[in-house]
């Protein structure tokens, strides 16, 4: 049984250890090259001493137009094939590797890259586990002396030869910053690097060989593809090699950057941060919208609905039998067939929205399967969107309504769920993987089984299962479920309404008018905010000066008080002595003895001897 990994959670496998098992799967290792000799002279020594058993690898140099033309050297492995393509690029050159490689899995590998004699098989154990796996390497960047070819097949530890050297930092620091790539299963697929990685040729059959019209950042995309096939990322520590010299990305980062991002964003739809203009429409469409057509106004109002939306990187895949469709031209308002009429009059030069008899190929990474006559809310795509990419979910159900003849629902599918649905629901032979010399088992893709070939083994959603896989519908969805996960949620909770019950959408003209009448209300708002803090500012000030003078009136108070406090205190010291003479004389009067008087009333008043005579007696 095929096993079910949930989101590219691969550790859920258990790999044998290095020598202690028993291979059964044939690799082809494409090793696309341009001029340099000397470093694919090394390569292939690498290759020469690979601990996977010879008889199961292949090797095919492809000679891209190096002048003069390369050669195989004396040391190679036994399965070695020279190729020409004389067309100039990377993808070229990979490509016509891949149409001439038989292997049950693919590794690409540079021609300036050294693998360690074990890097072959620590790749292909993994591979032997399940059929939609991408393996790759730890590669370091060396700038040391290159020894000669005899000295690298013999080397039992090629770190001897070509330390110090620099690691595969941005690789090493994805894989750190996600556990491994256990924990962003979206972005994993940037972990399809050409340097050395290996995949198995089922999902290469399945996403289709690298894209030949890009100059750069091909890897990138067909990982992209790669992971929309179905495939799950696994970063192998044990897989080693040196890469002769510094990549280009650690020579010019910044224009490779440059010109790849500007060709990925059409491709790649999960680099939303390329993707920031708000009307354009881009070669993959971020999510598909499938509507079978229905009465006019029901299709016209979800339809229009869908494009008017929030979420404008998405298309309309617009079903019905437009193949056979013949407008009535004498009596048209008789026509049993108008309202299909009108509805492919009425979309047929509507850019967004492709007129297909059937289900067509997945091109986006999400699809919506939509009901005629249900209107999705001016934001309900987005959100709906939001809840799949936050849970991880491959299957989101959206129940619409129930009724006594069945449910109405919405299902937004996941297509990296549903073709790794199809891998483990579809599988082919598996291999042996017991340990040394219990037995043989055919590989995956034997003439009998085709290359993974049988017409049951194609991903969900082909012709041969119809658009929801009729009588597989139920086992699809369990196998989704198993591997991504599935939610029920519903409807309204999310906007969706029926036709009957929406208010129209606004044309972008009245959008665009409500947006400036927002914002002229902002900038409005935005002056009063700032009128209210000058004011403020002032009221701080004032209160501030009310707080000094309220400081300065406490100040004048505290010393009125002390002053008060002083005075009264000199009047009662006053009143002390006065009462105290009181006291004093009146004791004396008690205890019979004059007062004592003040000096003057004791003797009188006194004059000057020269100017008064002697005092007069008194009378008698």
């Known amino acids: 049984m095929t096993p079910r990994i949930r989101g590219n959670d691969y550790t859920v496998l258990d790999p044998p250890a290095l020598g202690a098992w028993t291979p059964a799967l044939r690799v082809s290792v494409v090793v696309p090259a341009h001029n ?111 020894p000669p070819p005899e000295v690298v097949a013999a080397a039992d530890d090629l770190a001897k030869l070509f330390e110090p050297a620099e690691p595969h930092e941005w690789l090493v620091d994805l894989v750190q910053r996600t556990n491994g790539l256990t924990e962003t299963p979206n972005r994993a697929f940037s972990l399809h690097v050409g340097g050395a990685t290996s995949v198995n040729r089922r999902l290469i059959d399945a996403a289709g060989p690298m894209d030949e019209e890009l100059i750069l950042g091909q890897d990138t995309e067909m990982g992209y593809r790669l992971a929309q096939a179905g495939a799950v990322f696994v970063p192998e520590p044990l897989a080693r090699g040196f890469h002769l010299g510094p990549s280009m990305r650690m020579r010019d980062k910044q224009p490779i950057d440059r010109v790849s991002h500007a060709l990925i964003g059409d491709r790649v739809p999960q680099y939303r941060w390329l993707r920031a203009h708000p009307t354009r429409q881009w070669k993959v469409p971020y999510l598909e919208v499938v509507v079978e057509a229905e009465g006019y106004e029901e299709t016209r109002a979800t339809v229009d609905a869908v494009l008017a939306g929030t979420v404008p990187d998405v298309s309309v895949l617009l079903t019905g039998p437009w193949d056979t469709l013949v407008p009535e031209r004498r009596a048209p308002l008789t026509d049993p067939r108008l309202d299909l009429t009108l509805v492919h009059g009425h979309y047929a030069h509507e850019s967004r929205v492709r007129l297909m008899p059937s289900e067509a190929e997945r091109l986006a990474p999400f699809r919506l399967r939509l009901p005629a006559g249900w209107v999705p809310g001016e934001d309900t795509l987005a959100r709906l969107l ?34 790794r649905a199809a891998l483990v629901t579809h599988p082919a032979p598996a291999p042996a993987t017991r340990p040394n010399g219990e037995g043989d088992a055919r590989p995956y893709g034997e003439a009998d089984a085709g290359p993974y070939g049988e017409a049951g ?66 900038v409005k708002l935005t002056k009063e905010v700032e009128r209210l803090r000058g004011q403020v500012s002032k009221w701080r000030e004032e209160s ?22 002083a005075l009264k205190a000199s009047r009662l010291r006053t009143m002390i002595k006065r009462l105290s003479a009181r006291r004093a004389g009146s004791s004396r009067l008690d205890n019979g003895s004059a007062p004592s008087l003040p000096p003057e009333e004791e003797t009188g008043p006194q004059t000057s001897p020269s100017t008064e005579g002697p005092s007069p007696r008194p009378a008698g």
């Open 386 to 419: 939001d809840l799949a990419v936050d849970g991880g979910y491959g299957l989101v159900s959206v129940l619409l309504a129930e009724a006594p003849e069945g449910v109405a629902e919405a299902r937004l599918e996941r297509r990296s769920a549903f073709a």
């Open 36 to 146: 340099g000799q000397e470093k694919l002279d090394l390569a292939l020594a690498g290759l020469s001493v690979q601990s996977y058993p010879g008889e199961l690898v292949e090797v095919v140099v492809v000679d891209n137009g190096s002048s003069p033309a390369l050669r195989l050297p004396q040391i190679r492995p036994p399965g070695t094939r020279l190729i020409v393509c004389d067309t100039p690029g990377r993808a070229d050159a990979r490509n016509a590797g891949l149409a001439a490689a038989t292997g049950d899995v693919i590794h690409w590998l540079d021609s300036d890259v050294v693998a360690d004699r074990h890097e072959v098989e620590a790749h292909m154990r993994w591979h032997h586990l399940a059929p939609y796996l991408v393996v790759t390497s730890y590669l370091r960047f060396t700038t040391a002396a290159l």
């Open 457 to 522: 083994a194609r991903p969900y959603g082909e012709a041969d299962l119809g658009p929801y896989g009729e009588a597989d519908a139920r086992r699809y969805d369990e196998a989704v479920d198993d591997v991504f996960g599935s939610l029920w949620i519903d409807g309204e909770t999310l906007g969706f309404l029926p036709a009957s019950e929406s208010s129209p959408g606004k044309g972008r003209r009245m959008a665009y008018r409500a947006r400036l009448e927002t914002e002229a209300e902002v």
């Open 544 to 565: 501030g000066r009310w707080r000094k003078t309220a400081v300065d009136l406490r100040r004048e108070v505290g010393g009125l008080r002390r002053e008060v406090a």
